[in-house]
């Protein structure tokens, strides 16, 4: 199933967006609001410390890596999807 930034929004979810680049999986930090967020994850818009528990996947090699990596134990608090088209 997959998810638009809409729903996340909705849901003031706060996410990453993951993209494959070949073998690496590249995940740029974003608030519920779609602003791009520095390394102390505070947006400047929303006023808030946003908590990036979900990896929003633009990709299907996306996916499949950040799949892999929720199975790790250091990521298994991470939900994923697919970006909904």
């Known amino acids: 199933m997959a998810?638009?930034?809409s729903q996340l929004r909705d849901r003031k979810r706060d996410y990453f967006l993951?993209?494959?680049e070949g073998e690496?999986?590249?995940m740029e930090p974003r608030c519920?609001?779609?602003k791009t967020l520095e390394q102390d994850y505070f947006c400047t818009d929303c006023n808030h410390k946003c908590q990036v528990t979900f990896?929003?996947?633009a990709d299907p090699g996306a996916l499949a890596?950040?799949?892999k990596l929720a199975g790790s134990p250091?990521?298994?608090k991470f939900e994923?999807?697919?970006l909904a088209t």
């Open 3 to 5: 998810i638009t930034l």
């Open 18 to 20: 993951a993209r494959s």
């Open 24 to 26: 690496e999986l590249q």
């Open 32 to 34: 519920y609001c779609g």
């Open 55 to 57: 990896i929003l996947c």
């Open 65 to 67: 890596l950040a799949k």
């Open 74 to 76: 250091d990521f298994h």
């Open 80 to 82: 994923v999807d697919a």
